[in-house]
């Protein structure tokens, strides 16, 4: 299927329904904010497909985290969410 033929299913059927939560935390200046012209949070809301973009304490499915903070150390040893480095 390409994106023409999901442009066209959405509009039918409405957007997808999301099947995965991430959170993001840690990220440089200009991530949270959406002033970052190249990657930001909101780049990733509307780029991926059945994916929710939500806080970090809205019980995230995968939290993806960077070098500027630590604020993903409170979720390691707990299990849940999945943590990913994003480099």
């Known amino acids: 299927m390409d994106f023409d033929e999901l442009d066209q299913l959405e509009a039918v059927q409405g957007p997808p ?12 200046p200009g991530f949270d904010d959406d002033t970052d012209r190249f990657v930001s ?10 994916v929710e973009v939500v806080g970090a304490l809205e ?5 993806i985290f960077s070098v500027f903070g ?11 969410p999945e943590l990913v480095f994003f480099t």
Not at 59 to 63: D, G, M, S
């Open 41 to 50: 949070k909101a780049w990733f809301a509307e780029n991926l497909i059945g």
């Open 70 to 80: 630590r604020e993903h150390m409170r979720f390691i040893g707990r299990g849940t």
């Open 17 to 28: 329904a999301a099947s995965r939560r991430i959170a993001f935390v840690d990220f440089w």
């Open 59 to 63: 019980n995230p499915h995968v939290l």
